[in-house]
């Protein structure tokens, strides 16, 4: 049978691969529909690559379209117009139909198949890839498919870890009174997997540079990261010592550091003979990229946790201001672009935390901190989503129906810490909406640093209520935080109504 062929094809992709992959696929269905043309989106979410595009596909489209923050392979596009931006520029049909004819006027663009001559050519004419000149972009895409990887081993292990607490708070140490095997089993468990988050991110960075050659220098800057360089009790180092770690910060470093220095590699054995290729791969390239990635990493091992250090004690200075200070900051910065990179800083920095409180154990002031954090930064993602629902209950009249039924769909998607559901209503009007969600989520963060919440668990919304300590008081913070903007948003919409002569705005 025939293969068949689209005008348009297309990657989505974003950090958490949840919900912005999957809007902005449907805004580009929508916008080729309404233009008449046929188009196959391919997305890059969490559980994988789902709807993927075959060889003859892209060959046979007119135009491309990536529409993604982590790698989707782009080589794969070599020579066919295409514009490639960030996926928070295409979740409406409006923005998407903009890229469309973007990308159908562009000029096709020389993708080389290794990796350094593909990073050489993000370097493209600016009328065919001008967000692709963006440094910034660049770093941001390596960064969040480091993130995105990351993100499941996280939760995977944040979520175990917090439901071995509930056979008690000592349930996993054999000498205590509330000592449950099974649970032991789970913190153990869960403890792996999040002792696996800092190299995966480092691994995932690298290799959204490097590709799959810069895996293997990526962990293991990753692994270095954690670590740190071990030293004896002399002040020697020694492999059998005890060094002290860098954490995110190290293994972000580390995982730029892993990827560009497989590309220097490529280029400097481009000369071999083609015959030598597997060598390349299976000797060369893992044993030189660990030697020079393993000696800087050590070599800075020790800067870097002096700056990581600041950098931690800066942050847990806030809460020396009070939770006022400290839930503004957090609920402003997860509500300000709804899972882009402000609220990612907010929520990697949570999970840190939590990370370092599991690690401390229950009883500590590490862990009171870090899960008072992590409880602040999931109320603060929590609450947007139910703003929107909140208000088009209310507010009914004020919403076209499309808007209601997606504020209804939202109710089950913040109570499962999914923040991005807000975004299309935030779209529509950035002022005065942003600044509501930011006030809402800013309430649920205070009210849960004041009431002293600790969740143990780095995701999951209303679904880890059993593991939060004061969950009572948590739900009740962020429930005022999507009442309160609740209120404001439908007063806005009402006026907006009004001005309208009375009619509901699309």
């Not at 800057?221 to 002399?234: D, F, N, R, T, W």
């Given at each position: 049978m025939a293969e068949q062929s689209f005008d348009i094809v297309a990657a989505t992709g974003c950090p958490s691969g949840i919900a912005h992959t999957f809007m902005a696929k449907k805004a580009l269905e929508d916008a080729a529909a309404a233009k008449g043309f046929t188009i196959k989106v391919e997305t890059h979410g969490q559980i994988g690559v789902e709807n993927g595009l075959t060889a003859q596909e892209i060959a046979s489209?007119?135009?491309?379209?990536?529409?993604?923050?982590?790698?989707?392979?782009?080589?794969?596009?070599?020579?066919?117009?295409?514009?490639?931006?960030?996926?928070?520029?295409?979740?409406?049909?409006?923005?998407?139909?903009a890229l469309i004819d973007?990308?159908?006027?562009?000029?096709?663009?020389?993708?080389?198949?290794?990796?350094?001559?593909?990073?050489?050519?993000?370097?493209?004419?600016?009328?065919?890839?001008?967000?692709?000149?963006?440094?910034?972009?660049?770093?941001?895409?390596?960064?969040?498919?480091?993130?995105?990887?990351?993100?499941?081993?996280?939760?995977?292990?944040?979520?175990?870890t917090a439901v071995s607490f509930l056979w008690g708070i000592t349930s996993f140490s054999s000498t205590a009174p509330d000592y449950n095997s099974f649970a032991a089993m789970l913190k153990y468990i869960g403890g792996i997997s999040m002792g696996l988050m800092v190299p995966v991110l480092s691994a995932y960075i690298a290799e959204s540079i490097g590709k799959r050659p810069a895996l293997v220098p990526g962990f293991v800057?990753?692994?270095?990261?954690?670590?740190?360089?071990?030293?004896?009790?002399?002040?020697?180092?020694?492999a059998g010592g005890y060094g002290v770690g860098f954490g995110f910060l190290g293994g972000i470093i580390g995982g730029f550091l892993a990827g560009y220095v497989i590309l220097g590699l490529e280029k400097l054995l481009a000369g071999l003979p083609q015959n030598l290729n597997g060598l390349k791969a299976i000797f060369l390239y893992p044993l030189l990229s660990t030697f020079i990635v393993g000696l800087v990493m050590l070599g800075i091992s020790g800067p870097m946790s002096a700056i990581n250090i600041a950098m931690m004690n800066m942050l847990k200075s806030l809460s020396t201001s009070g939770p006022i200070v400290l839930g503004l900051a957090i609920g402003c910065m997860c509500a300000?672009?709804?899972?882009?990179?402000?609220?990612?800083?907010?929520?990697?920095?949570?999970?840190?935390?939590?990370?370092?409180?599991?690690?401390?154990?229950?009883?500590?002031?590490?862990?009171a901190f870090g899960t008072n954090f992590m409880a602040a930064v999931s109320a603060a993602c929590i609450v947007p989503p139910l703003i929107?629902?909140?208000?088009?209950?209310?507010?009914?009249?004020?919403?076209?129906?499309?808007?209601?039924?997606?504020?209804?769909v939202n109710f089950i998607l913040g109570c499962t810490h999914i923040t991005e559901g807000a975004i299309p209503f935030m779209t529509k009007n950035i002022w005065p909406v942003m600044p509501i969600m930011m006030l809402g989520s800013s309430i649920g963060a205070i009210g849960?640093?004041?009431?002293?919440?600790?969740?143990?668990?780095?995701?999951?919304?209303?679904?880890?209520?059993?593991?939060?300590?004061?969950?009572?008081?948590?739900?009740?913070?962020i429930v005022v935080g999507a009442v309160v903007g609740g209120i404001l948003y439908v007063i806005f919409k009402a006026y907006e109504y009004k001005n309208n002569g009375n009619k509901v705005l699309s």
């Open positions: 489209a007119k135009a491309v379209v990536i529409a993604a923050d982590k790698d989707v392979q782009e080589e794969r596009f070599a020579n066919k117009p295409c514009v490639s931006v960030g996926v928070s520029k295409c979740l409406d049909v409006d923005a998407a139909q973007r990308a159908l006027s562009a000029q096709p663009r020389v993708v080389h198949e290794d990796a350094a001559s593909a990073q050489a050519a993000t370097a493209a004419p600016a009328d065919t890839f001008e967000e692709k000149e963006s440094i910034g972009h660049i770093i941001y895409k390596h960064l969040m498919n480091g993130v995105s990887h990351m993100l499941v081993f996280v939760v995977a292990g944040g979520v175990l800057a990753g692994m270095i990261a954690i670590q740190g360089l071990p030293v004896s009790p002399e002040g020697l180092i020694d300000f672009d709804m899972g882009g990179p402000v609220n990612k800083a907010a929520y990697v920095t949570g999970t840190f935390f939590l990370g370092e409180a599991l690690a401390a154990g229950i009883g500590t002031d590490t862990y929107t629902t909140f208000a088009v209950v209310v507010g009914k009249k004020y919403f076209s129906q499309s808007d209601h039924d997606a504020g209804l849960s640093l004041l009431f002293a919440v600790h969740d143990p668990a780095p995701h999951g919304g209303f679904l880890v209520l059993p593991v939060v300590d004061g969950g009572l008081w948590w739900v009740l913070s």
